[in-house]
């Protein structure tokens, strides 16, 4: 038999937990459908539209429990073991918690706190697509190309009247990751800018034939 792995709550997050097991029936059954409403299971979200909707309910009464909630669902994503033996890592850790801190009712929250976590199904596939969109160690920013014409001088006679120039365009990449932003410039051609527009065009149309298969609902990033 596998042995309980050790999962550390965050303090901020117990004291949501706490909270989630201390509500009124009627205020946990409200807790419930702000996970189980707000966004429709019938239409393809996009990825802003669950931050913002996010963003909105955690300015409700019981922001610390739905910041407890989306951090144990951020983490549980980040895990490769089955919600059966998370959920029982997580209530033995909260058990120990709760314990430490002379608090009950380790079992009514983890019931609690799993209901929540299966009523939100849009917020789970959200933050799983968010998760995996960013697990890259680099993670694109921005990009912009700066174009500028260099003159060819004679490097023998700068006084001959200049006929020539190149065309520069310079890539500019902007990634984040652990240490923060970072720049990344290339410069290129006219015929490495058409490979690489070419490159996005095959990516653009490939995506375009995986939606239209219809064998899946794609949540818009």
Same mark, same amino acid.
């Given at each position: ?38 966004? %429709?299971?019938? +239409? ?37 073991? +089955?919600?059966? @033996? ?5 209530? %033995? ?19 609690? @706190? ?32 700066? %174009? ?74």
């Amino acid at each position: 038999m596998p042995a309980v792995a050790r999962i550390n709550i965050p303090e901020n997050h117990l004291s949501g937990f706490i909270t989630i097991g201390d509500l009124e029936l009627k205020e946990f059954d409200k807790l419930s459908d702000l996970f189980k409403g707000g966004l %429709s299971k019938d +239409t393809t979200p996009k990825i802003q539209d669950i931050v913002n909707w996010i963003a909105e309910i955690k300015e409700t009464k019981h922001r610390h429990a739905i910041e407890a909630i989306l951090g144990m669902i951020s983490f549980r994503y980040r895990q490769n073991d +089955t919600s059966e @033996v998370f959920f029982k890592d997580f209530y %033995s850790s909260l058990s120990d918690q709760l314990q430490e801190k002379d608090f009950g009712n380790a079992e009514k929250i983890a019931e609690r @706190v799993q209901l929540l976590y299966d009523e939100a199904i849009v917020i789970r596939r959200a933050l799983k697509a968010t998760s995996l969109l960013y697990e890259s160690e680099h993670v694109y920013d921005s990009c912009r190309v700066i %174009s500028d014409i260099r003159l060819l001088f004679d490097d023998e006679d700068p006084s001959l009247e200049c006929e020539h120039a190149i065309i520069i365009h310079r890539l500019k990449l902007a990634r984040r990751d652990a240490d923060g932003q970072k720049e990344l410039y290339v410069s290129l051609t006219r015929s490495q800018l058409q490979e690489i527009k070419q490159h996005i065009d095959r990516a653009l149309k490939k995506e375009d034939q995986m939606r239209k298969s219809g064998a899946f609902t794609f949540i818009e990033q």
